[in-house]
């Protein structure tokens, strides 16, 4: 299960002597961030040129300036402190490096100044194109600079149990069918029962019941598997 | 051991851990930290070989992953941070780069002087550089006699310039920098752009007769900036050409080791784009005499000159 070539989660080894998993994000996710964070720095130069038109030719200049600062320094800035922009962290999205620690100052000026690379021609088409043929969707910029974008994640809630019985199922099952028969009951409530019942039935068989009893049957079977209320 | 047991035994130890990771917790992580997240780490081992749930393993793998980013985090990135990365290592780099310098810097300034050798023999060859409406415009700004030189120049409109020169000038450098990626056309084509460019126009200049307003406007400046821009171009060149030539590297790997050694480059060449842009919007336009700017330039120059030859020679 852990090396499933299912997902494309990748297993980082640690000096800890475990590996750590980390789940790295695609174009569709990244789009959106960086479509967010484009939102907020229109928003931002309108107001500043907006505040300086007053100031007449001096405030052309700090225009500019505020341009070339908004430009270039917003994402390095904001990832420097943090490792998140405002429309990353909104997708719930990191930058991190190669090993899973959080990136240094200057793999995140490396991976930003990098931006027109992938900007080439337009629309970041060859960075999307960069992404699109490697596992970890690196852009040209994530590759230069050892980085890459990852999903963070909220620890979910251990799917509680209590409320149901232990059942001691009459047939022997393997470990791996056995986790199979776990991870059923603590994705059931992401299910609607109508799945809940379709997935139950592959087992009809072997637990003489069908349908809502079914998927009943194969929740308190988990909780005997895990060890509860025996 | 059965899951439920194994997470009633070490529940409030990770209920512990997680309260000191998370971002509401604003005190120094106590001195067992890094036991403490080995134990976790431990534990998510014992989790996953014993093959408890997807669930309980994937809350421990996200300990891991906080806990992991607390124990090791780096450097904060501040101004200071920047500035000392560039101190410390901008004259290594020099070292470290010096043939992709010296043939940026030959490239820039060599072929600026074949261009303002042939426009200055054939004047007429400035029109295969730059369009009639263009040099209009830079005759009128170095006339001696014309409104720009004849005019006073205020502190408003000196503010203008200098958004204009950051905006331009370090927005040209870090182009370059990023279109070296391209196989190090980005960087290529700009800087021999320029070249031309700059040769051209001080030829033509010079033909017309302006050269006293023209370079005693430019040597100040153009010391740190002409420099810092072929600088900007020696940095993507050299991820361009391990891009290409990746040698016994993995293209990957390569790329990524030819970002780290340009790095202080392109710091070093936005310091330098600063310095000239303030230069040039508040010292090269001043009303005094040209001698005092000739020879402020040279000092620049001489300057620019000592760091990159002790840069390149010897690295310090």
Redesign the interface.
């Known amino acids: 299960m852990q090396n499933s070539k299912l997902d494309n989660k990748l297993f980082i080894k640690l000096p800890e002597g475990v590996s750590v998993n980390l789940l790295p994000a695609g174009i569709a996710i990244r789009t959106c961030a960086y479509l967010y964070d484009f939102a907020i720095r229109l928003a931002l130069m309108l107001i500043l040129s907006l505040c300086f038109k007053f100031l007449g030719t001096a405030g052309e200049g700090l225009i500019l300036i505020s341009f070339f600062l908004i430009s270039w320094g917003y994402y390095i800035i904001f990832e420097a402190k943090t490792g998140t922009t405002p429309g990353k962290k909104k997708f719930h999205l990191q930058v991190i490096q190669d090993n899973g620690l959080p990136a240094s100052l200057s793999q995140i000026i490396t991976r930003n100044l990098l931006r027109p690379a992938d900007a080439f021609p337009f629309a970041y088409c060859l960075g999307i194109f960069t992404m699109a043929f490697n596992k970890h969707f690196k852009r040209i910029g994530d590759w230069a600079s050892g980085t890459m974008v990852v999903h963070v994640k909220v620890a979910n809630k251990e799917y509680d149990f209590t409320e149901q019985q232990a059942y001691v199922p009459q047939f022997q099952l393997s470990t791996e069918e056995q986790q199979v028969v776990i991870a059923f009951a603590e994705r059931a409530p992401e299910l609607s029962e109508p799945r809940q019942a379709e997935l139950a039935n592959i087992l009809q068989k072997q637990l003489a019941e069908k349908d809502v009893h079914a998927a009943e049957k194969l929740k308190k079977m988990a909780r005997f598997y895990i060890g509860q209320g025996i | 051991?059965?899951?439920?047991?194994f997470?009633k035994l070490n529940q409030s130890r990770w209920q512990n851990f997680?309260d000191l990771c998370s971002s509401d917790n604003k005190q120094a992580l106590p001195a067992n930290f890094g036991q403490l997240?080995?134990q976790i780490?431990?534990d998510?081992?014992i989790a996953?070989s014993r093959?408890y749930?997807?669930?309980?393993i994937?809350?421990l793998?996200?300990?891991?992953?906080t806990g992991?980013?607390h124990l090791?985090?780096?450097?904060k990135?501040s101004m200071t941070?920047?500035y000392s990365?560039f101190k410390q290592n901008f004259m290594a780099s020099l070292y470290l780069n010096r043939y992709y310098l010296w043939i940026a810097l030959l490239a820039f300034y060599g072929l600026a002087l074949v261009v303002y050798l042939w426009v200055l023999i054939s004047p007429d060859a400035v029109y295969h550089f730059l369009d009639v409406q263009s040099l209009n415009q830079i005759e009128q700004m170095y006339d001696p006699a014309g409104k720009v030189q004849q005019d006073e120049r205020?502190?408003?409109?000196n503010?203008?310039?200098?958004?204009?020169y950051?905006?331009n000038n370090?927005?040209i450098a870090?182009?370059m920098?990023?279109?070296?990626?391209?196989f190090g056309f980005?960087a290529l084509l700009p800087l021999l752009f320029n070249s031309f460019y700059f040769g051209a126009v001080s030829a033509h200049i010079v033909h017309l007769g302006y050269q006293e307003t023209f370079f005693s406007f430019v040597i100040t400046h153009g010391s740190f900036e002409l420099t810092a821009i072929a600088v900007a171009g020696a940095a993507g060149c050299k991820?361009g050409f391990n891009l290409l030539n990746p040698g016994q590297y993995s293209r990957?790997f390569a790329?990524?080791q030819?970002?780290?050694a340009v790095?202080p480059l392109?710091?070093g060449a936005f310091i330098m784009l600063m310095l000239a842009a303030v230069i040039e919007a508040f010292w090269s336009p001043l009303d005094i005499p040209n001698i005092f700017k000739y020879v402020v330039g040279t000092l620049c120059w001489l300057y620019v000159i000592r760091i990159f030859y002790r840069g390149t020679r010897y690295g310090h």
């Not at chain 2, 749930?53 to 309980?56: A, E, R």
């Not at chain 2, 793998?61 to 992953?65: G, I, Q, R």
Request: net charge positive.
């Open positions: 051991m059965k899951q439920s047991q997470v997680e997240y080995r780490c431990n998510l081992a996953r093959h749930s997807p669930s309980l994937d809350k793998n996200v300990f891991v992953a992991q980013k090791y985090q780096g450097e990135a941070s920047l990365l205020g502190a408003d409109s503010v203008l310039m200098f958004g204009v950051i905006y370090i927005g870090f182009q920098f990023g279109g070296g990626a391209l980005g991820i990957g790329v990524k030819a970002g780290k790095l392109i710091v």
